[in-house]
Each structure stands twice: as C-alpha cells, then as structure tokens.
C-alpha cells in the first residue's frame, strides 16, 4: 500500500516539500491507514504530518466513540490533532451532502494541505452513484486526485489493501455502524451492486477508478478547448462540437449566477443558441436570463418592466428603475428630438410601457413599437423598460424615438422632456 501511496503522491505532484499534511481521520479502516501510511512516509516526502476529525454528533455515543478513539491513538503516538464538531441536520440535499459540508468547511477553515482516504473502491462506487443518477464525462471521471489545498493519495489502493496494511502493521480502526444500513445509495451500491460485479470480475473496483482517472484526464482537454471560447458569440457556439459547445454554455451558465446548471439548463441553452429569432430570451432558475443580442449572448437578471404612471402637465415623475426623470411643461416652441420632443395630448397622459399594437408615425412611414424597436436592434427583453408616453387616443411618443408625427397638431402643445438621473443609494 505504501508504494501506491508514494506513487501517487508522486505522479500527481501533490506535495513540493514543507507542507504540513492534515489528515481527515473519522477512527475507520481507510482513515486509520491514511494517517499511518502519511505518517511513515513523511521523512521521505520532507513533510509535517497531523491529524483532524470532525464530529457530526449523528451516532450518538457511537459519535463521542469515535472522537475518543483518534483522541487517544493520536494523543499516544505524538500526533498533532484538530477536533471539529456541529450538529449536523438534514438539508435540501440530504443528510449525506449536509454533513460532507459541514466536515469539509471544518477541514478547509485548517492551515495545512488536507488528505482524505478515498480509495479505488470508493471511486468505483461514486462512478456507479453517478451513473445511476444520471451524469456526463465529469461524473464519469469520479473523485478527483488533487484540488484546491486537498489531496487523495489512496486513489490506487483498494480496501483489501487497506485491511491487509492494517493487519501487517497491528493498527486498530473502529467501525461505523451506519455503514451496515442501506439506507444510503453508496452502501446499497457496495452491499449488493459491487458483490454482482466482483462476481464477474474480481478487479472491477480497481478497473472503474483507472478508467475514471482516464476519463478525467479527456475530461480536462475537452474544457481546455473550451476555455478558448467566446462564450458570447452566438456564431462561434453554433460552429462547436457539441460537446464543447455544452461545456462553453455551461461556464456561462455558471457566469450568470448559476451555481450547478444541469443537463437541462445546458439544453435550454442551446435551444436559444439555434434559434433563428436575433432578440430571443430565456429564463433559468434563481431568475438569471440569457438574451439573444443578434450575434451576441448576454447574460442578467429579471427584465425591468416599467410601471405605469400618470404625467401631470407642468410636472415630472421619476422612473426609479431605469434611471429617467420626465417632465412635462405647456409650451409655444416646437422640438422634437429622441429625448424631448413635443406633443398635443387628449385627455390625461400616461408613461407606460409599450402595449401589443402600438404605432409611431416617424420619418419614412408609420411602423409598430414592436418594428421600431426590432429596427434599433433592442434586445427582447429591454423593450418593456423602454418609456412611452400615450394619451386616450394612442402613443404620442416614446423615449430615444421622438415624437408620434401624427400628434404634434390639433390641441395644446406640450413639451416631454427625459433626463438621466444618478441611481439611489442606501440612505
């Protein structure tokens, strides 16, 4: 076991020299041989070697069993210790996941390189887990060998060399009672799947975590690719392989505030990717939106709608949310320009936003608000946050446009103004 440990530790460059190495010791077989495999090799390695445990409170005494144990296995062979301890409780993702986080924040909150003991039957169960559940090429790959600040060194060595390690070198372990039940997948999966499997092939543990090593390592080239991408071009997505091309929406899924975009999130990308329509939008959860700008990808949160207000004559209303204020005042000069033009209103006047049949009369002809804005190229999702200003009888001008040219006669004229304002801060 030891030169599988070296070896890795070796292949994977996961220690230089110096480095005081952690190890997450719960008191179980794997763990217990982690630490006295790290312990023996670190004069070779040119290492500090410690020890930290967390405790989850979930086994009750059992718990408090376990803390005592590597309390004093650590306390009689001089090893340096971190105890950690919170009472876990399930949470959206299970008990499981609640209480790898809480172990995992403890151990990275330690100054020191942490090492777990995951072994080759473990990776060979997680790659199972995944399967089962659904995964890509990732998922495939398993658990990783090396991350940020934290090593796995046991990736090679399969649980029979475990326990023979432990039995040459007369180390005690203890055993979680928890992992007897099946209420958890991984334990079904290693009760009942890995016995089916080994029954075909004896080395089926160590052969799926050296093909998830491997997959890893295609894993990796496959985003180096596409890393290289313009995650915003539209034309650039749709001339990539798919499987760069799902990588790439992936990154900007993640870019825009999504923390775990799925399979499905990924294919809602692409749907928007392929379409032919240039101000396309979609939403995904958590309100992130992608729109279609024509040939670019833009990423944001909730389109602004504007909210209906009355404009009083000789006064003004601000649009907080995007920024305008607009004024209104009688008039005897005539001015039409995108941001004041002026008018001669029926009756009371509203700022709204653009409603289905809508029309401006411009120079050139008389189009629909849903024309004018596809002419300017304004984004789908903006055209709701774009002012317009109506009366009884139908649109009398909107912002950045000008006037309606068919309501600058035939009653008292007005004058719209709009000015930027500055945003409001906390007060």
């Known amino acids: 076991m030891l030169s599988k440990l070296s070896a890795a530790i070796t292949r ?18 794997d763990s217990m041989a982690l630490l006295c495999g790290m312990w023996l090799l670190k004069d070779k390695f040119h290492i500090q070697v410690e020890a930290a445990h967390f405790n989850h409170h979930l086994r009750g005494e059992e718990s408090l069993r376990d803390e005592e144990f590597v309390r004093s296995f650590c306390a009689f062979h001089d090893i340096p210790l971190h105890v950690g301890q919170a ?3 399930s949470g959206a993702k299970g008990l499981e996941a609640a209480a790898r986080d809480a172990r995992y924040g403890y151990l990275r909150s330690l100054d020191g390189i942490i090492a777990t003991a995951h072994t080759a039957d473990d990776n060979a169960e997680t790659v199972l887990m995944h399967l089962i559940r659904g995964t890509g090429l990732r998922g495939l790959g398993g658990i990783t060998p090396k991350g940020e600040n934290l090593i796995r060194p046991m990736l090679d060595v399969t649980r029979q060399e475990v326990e023979a390690f432990l039995a040459e070198n007369w180390i005690n372990h203890i055993e979680d009672s928890s992992n007897g039940s099946d209420a958890f997948l991984r334990n079904r999966i290693r009760h009942h799947i890995m016995p089916l499997l080994q029954g075909e092939n004896p080395s089926i543990g160590q052969n799926l975590s050296a093909m998830a090593q491997r997959l890893r390592q295609e894993d990796a080239v496959l985003q180096e690719l596409a890393d290289a991408v313009d995650i915003h071009s539209v034309c650039q997505l749709r001339s990539l392989n798919p499987a760069i091309q799902r990588r790439a929406l992936e990154h900007l899924l993640k870019e825009s505030g999504m923390p775990e975009p799925n399979a499905s999130h990924i294919a809602q990308a692409q749907t928007l990717v ?5 101000s396309a939008f979609s939403v995904f959860p958590g309100g992130v939106i992608l729109r279609r700008n024509y040939d670019r990808l833009e990423s944001g949160r909730n389109p602004v709608i504007l909210e209906s207000a009355e404009l009083p004559i000789s006064g003004s209303v601000i ?10 005042e009688s008039t005897e000069h005539f001015v ?16 709204r936003c653009r409603q289905s049949g809508d029309e401006i009369r411009l120079p050139g002809g008389t189009k629909s608000l849903k024309k004018r804005f596809v002419d300017q190229k304004i984004p789908a999702s903006e055209r709701l946050a774009i002012p317009v200003i109506a009366d009884e009888t139908g649109v009398l001008g909107v912002w950045g446009m000008g006037a309606n040219l068919d309501r600058i006669q ?11 304002i500055p945003p409001m801060g906390n007060i």
């Open 12 to 29: 994977y460059g996961m220690l230089s020299g110096g480095e005081t190495v952690i190890c997450a010791v719960s008191g179980g077989a």
């Open 87 to 89: 009472q876990v409780v």
């Open 274 to 278: 392929q379409t032919q329509r240039p």
């Open 319 to 328: 649009l907080e949310s995007i920024g305008l204020q607009v004024s209104c």
């Open 336 to 351: 039409n320009t995108p941001h004041e033009f002026t008018v001669c209103p029926v009756g009371k006047m509203m700022i």
């Open 410 to 420: 035939g009653g008292h004229p007005v004058t719209i103004r709009f000015q930027k």
